[in-house]
C-alpha cells in the first residue's frame, strides 16, 4: 500500500509521539507499505518554523533529516498535481493539505491524516 502522511502524521511518527493513533503506526510500519513525504510538507515545515509557530518544533532541514533516516520516500510536487488542484471541490481551505489532497488522489496513493474535514474528500484520504 502505497501512503502519503500529511504533515502531523509525519512529524508524530517521526518522534514517536503518543499522538500518533496505533492505527496509522500499523500502517506505517507494515511491511508491505510505501510509506512517502511530500515536498509539499517540507514546505509547509519551513514556512511555519520560520515564522516562529510555536506548534512547528523543528526545521525543515531537520524535518528531512528525520524522514530520510526513517526511510520515508520523497514525493516531488509537479505540474499535474498543481493542476489536479484546479478540479478539487473546495471542501478545505489550507493549500498544504489541498496539494496533499491532490498528490494522493494523482499518483493514487492513501492519505493518512488527522484532519477529519479532509475526508470529505472521499476513498483516498484515510482518518487515522
Not at 524535518?63 to 473546495?90: K, Q
Not at 499518483?107 to 472521499?122: C, F, H, K, Q, R
Amino acid at each position: 500500500m502505497r501512503l502519503l502522511l500529511d504533515t502531523h502524521i509525519a512529524l508524530w511518527a517521526v518522534v514517536d509521539s503518543p499522538r500518533l493513533s496505533s492505527r496509522a503506526r500499523e500502517l506505517i510500519l507494515a511491511p508491505a507499505a510505501e510509506v512517502y513525504v511530500s515536498a509539499t510538507t517540507i514546505w509547509e515545515i519551513s514556512i511555519k518554523f520560520a515564522l516562529g509557530r510555536g506548534n512547528m518544533p523543528i526545521s525543515g532541514a531537520n524535518a528531512v533529516d528525520c524522514f530520510t533516516r526513517a526511510g520515508y520516500f520523497r514525493l516531488p510536487m509537479t505540474w499535474e498535481h498543481a493542476l489536479a488542484i484546479e478540479s478539487l471541490p473546495l471542501l478545505h481551505a489550507d493549500p498544504f493539505d489541498r496539494m496533499l489532497v491532490a498528490q494522493s488522489l494523482s499518483e493514487p496513493m492513501i492519505l493518512l491524516t488527522n484532519d477529519g474535514t479532509l475526508s470529505a474528500y472521499g476513498d483516498t484520504v484515510l482518518m487515522v
